[in-house]
């Protein structure tokens, strides 16, 4: 079955980065593309950027440009997603989900608690 | 960026009750809908996709509709597992967006 399973829960000081993993199986990982997406604290969903596990092309949301960086590891069926210079608004719940087709997400991971704190 | 609205924020329904809820697209997103429900501390989970078909798992009580820029979810019946948050989500073009979110809860 598929699963998509992420790392654990983390906290960070500001200024800080923090990478978390999303490992995959039950189905082929290069066929499907890896979508992040947050939430914080008592909102709603944003999204934070797609990988295609075939090329490693990106699309990242503007708010987190220039800090997120999304790779993947094709050896391991995982996927990464860095973030730098960590704020307190960055504190969120963050999941990856695997991208069905066309940016249409099926599955999903169990989310990764990022706390930024000093 | 496309933004998307829904509406209501919030409902309170009992069980049994037959619930719908709106969703609007800032422009045309053809059929390319998506909704979720999150119950609270869990991932989301995915129900429909193409603005009307049915994630495989999802029961049949969850239907959604629409097209362009307007777009429903109904639930015919609802049961106390259901009670929860539901997104609406757009994947025309990058950036994905995501509604606000409907909040359901207990009458």
């Known amino acids: 079955q598929v699963q998509l399973v992420q790392s654990g829960a983390e906290v960070m000081k500001p200024g800080a980065s923090v990478k978390v993993s999303c490992r995959t199986s039950g189905y082929t990982f290069t066929s499907y593309p890896i979508t992040w997406v947050r939430q914080a604290p008592g909102q709603g969903l944003e999204w934070m950027g797609w990988?295609?596990?075939?090329?490693?092309?990106?699309h990242y949301a503007q708010r987190v440009q220039g800090r997120v960086t999304m790779t993947t590891d094709t050896s391991t069926s995982t996927a990464y997603m860095e973030l730098r210079s960590l704020r307190s608004d960055d504190t969120a719940v963050y999941y990856c989900?695997?991208?069905?087709?066309?940016?249409?997400?099926?599955?999903w991971g169990q989310g990764t608690l990022v706390t930024v704190s000093s | 960026d496309i933004q998307m609205t829904q509406s209501p924020s919030s409902l309170s329904a009992s069980v049994g009750d037959r619930v719908t809820i709106t969703c609007r697209a800032s422009?045309?997103?053809?059929?390319?809908l998506a909704w979720f429900q999150q119950k609270p501390g869990k991932a989301p989970k995915s129900l429909i996709y193409?603005?009307?078909g049915l994630q495989s798992g999802v029961p049949s009580k969850f239907s959604g509709s629409g097209s362009g820029t307007d777009f429903t979810l109904t639930i015919s019946s609802l049961q106390p597992e259901d009670f929860a948050t539901y997104y609406c989500?757009?994947?025309?073009?990058?950036?994905?967006?995501f509604g606000p979110g409907t909040k359901v809860d207990i009458k």
């Open positions: 989900a695997r991208d069905l087709y066309s940016n249409y997400v099926d599955y």
């Open positions: 990988i295609s596990t075939y090329n490693s092309k990106t």
């Open positions: 422009q045309d997103i053809s059929n390319y």
């Open positions: 193409g603005a009307s």
């Open positions: 989500q757009q994947y025309k073009s990058f950036p994905v967006t």
